[in-house]
């Protein structure tokens, strides 16, 4: 029977990555019968399609259950092996009601599902980088707010696609070296698409984490911000930048000691239904936390904006001396043109 193999996020949890993988490898996966979705979830034998298939689950929102399933269907056809593995990957569908969709393919269709999850310390502090801080709020208010409006949530998308898959199809990991094969995302991720690791290119991850003083007075300055789809002010303040000396940003202790309150339990009941011989394994574990050693200090604020300060000083004075160069060349290249073919300027 062909197979559905569906990622389906958690957000935060290497989606991008995972997504670029895929890309990267395309032509040797489709050599091994895994056939990638494009964005208007169609497939090409060699696997030459484009477009994320996020922008096809936004534009058909409320799509009911039979409808996608016949546009899936169609756009299946188009490969003729009858062992075919189809891989659709976008986050999107750890979004209640998205399982619905594939129920009407179930008779049809092998279905499993790879879903990756992420400790919960750190998917705040990834959270509050992504959305909170836009919304002007501080690491320790949009925690609360997170916390007291229940999420992350991943027992929602667990129940909801273990109905409609079955446990044994679900293939659930939290994204961290100790629960996943080998240590390693893409040998986790080959895994479950039954495909060898080997001959497979593994890809960077480029998501480079912005300095945390740059983060926390860009919450207190939000205006900045046209909506929480705007990375501008980030991106611009981070050009050039590879990360490294970056400040991390970090929880206090007693912010980290009530999320590993909240969560742990909750994660030790994932990890006996998901993966029973881890069980007993600090998910949220002290160890390698990311706590702030000293609570912060009087003082910080301004840090901070010293620290943004330096780095607008910083860029204008590179693209100062980008310009000077370009103008520099551009005069040197005028004044070749100007010669004659035997040196002599023309008059």
Avoid: C
Avoid at 48 to 59: C, D, E, M
Avoid at 221 to 245: A, K, N, Q, W, Y
Avoid at 278 to 306: F, H, N, W
Wanted: aromatic letters at 8%; proline letters at 5%.
């Amino acid at each position: 029977m062909r197979e559905l193999l569906l990622h389906i996020g958690h957000p935060k949890t290497g989606s991008s990555t995972l997504q670029a993988f895929l890309a990267r490898n395309a032509e040797e996966l489709a050599r091994r019968g895994l056939f990638l979705a494009g964005g208007d979830l169609g497939f090409d034998p060699h696997n030459k399609v484009s477009g994320n298939p996020l922008h096809y689950f936004r534009a058909n929102a409320g799509i009911a259950p039979e409808a996608f399933a016949e546009h899936l269907r169609a756009r299946m056809a188009a490969i003729e092996a009858p062992d075919a593995r189809f891989v659709l990957s976008t986050e999107i569908l750890f979004n209640p009601g998205h399982a619905a969709l594939f129920v009407p393919l179930l008779g049809e269709i092998s279905v499993r599902v790879a879903y990756y999850i992420r400790r919960q310390d750190r998917v705040l502090l990834a959270a509050w980088r992504q959305w909170g801080l836009k919304r002007g709020l501080s690491l320790p208010e949009f925690i609360a707010y997170r916390m007291n409006s229940g999420l992350p949530d991943y027992e929602t998308t667990i129940a909801e696609w273990g109905e409609v898959a079955g446990d044994n199809a679900l293939h659930l990991r939290f994204l961290d070296p100790r629960f996943l094969t080998r240590g390693d995302l893409f040998a986790d991720f080959a895994e479950f698409l039954k495909t060898p690791a080997e001959g497979l290119a593994a890809v960077a991850n480029e998501n480079v984490s912005p300095d945390a003083r740059l983060l926390r007075f860009l919450s207190r300055h939000s205006g900045l911000f046209e909506s929480l789809d705007d990375d501008r002010p980030i991106d611009v303040l981070t050009m050039g930048r590879s990360g490294d000396g970056a400040e991390k940003l970090k929880l206090p202790k007693n912010l980290f000691d009530l999320v590993r309150r909240r969560y742990e339990v909750r994660n030790q009941e994932i990890l006996a239904r998901f993966m029973p011989d881890r069980t007993g394994l600090a998910v949220i574990d002290e160890a390698d936390a990311p706590i702030e050693e000293t609570q912060a200090s009087a003082g910080a604020e301004a840090r901070d904006a010293e620290h943004v300060t330096a780095r607008l000083v910083d860029l204008v004075s590179r693209q100062e001396r980008t310009l000077q160069a370009l103008r520099t060349r551009i005069e040197k290249l005028e004044a070749e043109r100007a010669k004659d073919p035997d040196g002599s300027t023309r008059g």
